[in-house]
């Protein structure tokens, strides 16, 4: 399985931006965010949980 890079987590970031969906990304994901080194290579992504924001 490939690892969860930072340019992937800047495309999520500007397609919900684009759409103005809420999220919010924790853990490790997080972390790679914040440019530190060695961490696991997974995702943690959590939308708000609302119809308008599933609409999006």
Request: hydrophobic fraction near 45%; glycine fraction near 6%.
């Given at each position: 399985?490939?690892?969860?890079?930072?340019?992937?987590?800047?495309?999520?970031?500007?397609?919900?931006?684009?759409?103005?969906?809420?999220?919010?990304?924790?853990?490790?994901?997080?972390?790679?965010?914040?440019?530190?080194?060695d961490t696991t290579q997974d995702v943690d992504?959590?939308?708000?949980?609302?119809?308008?924001?599933?609409?999006?």
């Open positions: 399985m490939a690892a969860f890079e930072y340019r992937q987590a800047e495309e999520i970031r500007e397609t919900f931006a684009r759409w103005n969906v809420r999220y919010l990304f924790l853990g490790k994901s997080a972390a790679i965010l914040m440019g530190f080194p992504l959590y939308p708000q949980r609302s119809a308008d924001n599933g609409d999006k």
